[in-house]
């Protein structure tokens, strides 16, 4: 089974700044096969990428997604304030895994 | 549009069964693969299984094997999730979820979640 472990755990910052989530894999994740997620409290989760940059539809371009192999990250250039939210990642390329989600909060 | 509705909350006992429904629309059904994730309250997201709604094969995770079964019923377009044997620890809400397209294994669409309580 592919892990995927996300750090840090829970980030706090203000809006405007900008944030780069980590998503490492304890094997190589082929083809790139790699997905983000955002989930709000009481919400089902949202696709944001696929292909580990792929944007999904309707999702913002101050949202980027990159990496390769075992090292992923995800980078929100100028938070804004529905950014607030639990990021996970996910990889497909070996069955299916999620990371243990990393929580952006309001500083 | 995509939608992906699935059944009201349920109250089960430990040891019972509880199959949850999800029905999609908006699409043809059996293009594509629908997955199945469950959420423990303040917990992580965890993948369940998947099935192929056009030949209806399943792929199950280790965990869940014993006691976990998918189905679906074509011409009505749902998708089925039962599971079995119930403990206390299978608590949680159910997402039903399509995939971005076929053998693109990223959730695109989800359905709005089952909460599933298992309490004696």
């Known amino acids: 089974e592919i892990v995927l472990t996300q750090s840090p755990g829970t980030l706090s910052l203000s809006p405007g700044e900008r944030v780069t989530l980590s998503c490492r894999a304890s094997q190589s994740v082929s083809g790139r096969q790699l997905a983000w997620y955002q989930q709000k409290p009481g919400q089902a989760p949202r696709l944001l990428f696929h292909g580990a940059s792929s944007r999904a539809t309707g999702i913002p371009d101050r949202f980027s997604g990159s990496g390769s192999g075992t090292d992923f990250t995800l980078t929100i250039s100028r938070l804004e304030p529905e950014d607030f939210a639990v990021y996970y990642c996910q990889q497909y390329s070996r069955s299916y895994t999620f990371g243990q989600g990393t929580r952006l909060e309001i500083k | 549009q995509v939608q992906l509705v699935q059944s009201g909350a349920e109250v089960k006992k430990p040891g019972a069964s509880v199959k949850v429904s999800c029905k999609a629309s908006g699409y043809t059904f059996a293009n594509y693969y629908i997955h199945w994730v469950r959420q423990a309250p303040g917990l992580g997201l965890e993948w369940m299984g998947i099935?192929?709604?056009?030949?209806?094969?399943?792929t199950y995770s280790q965990k869940f094997q014993d006691r976990l079964t998918m189905t679906r019923d074509t011409p009505t377009g749902t998708v089925y999730m039962e599971l079995s044997s119930l403990r206390s620890e299978d608590t949680a809400v159910y997402y039903c979820?399509?995939?971005?397209?076929?053998?693109?294994?990223?959730?695109?669409?989800w359905g709005q979640g089952t909460l599933v309580t298992v309490s004696s």
């Open positions: 979820a399509r995939e971005v397209a076929l053998g693109v294994g990223a959730m695109s669409f």
């Open positions: 099935i192929n709604c056009g030949g209806g094969d399943t």
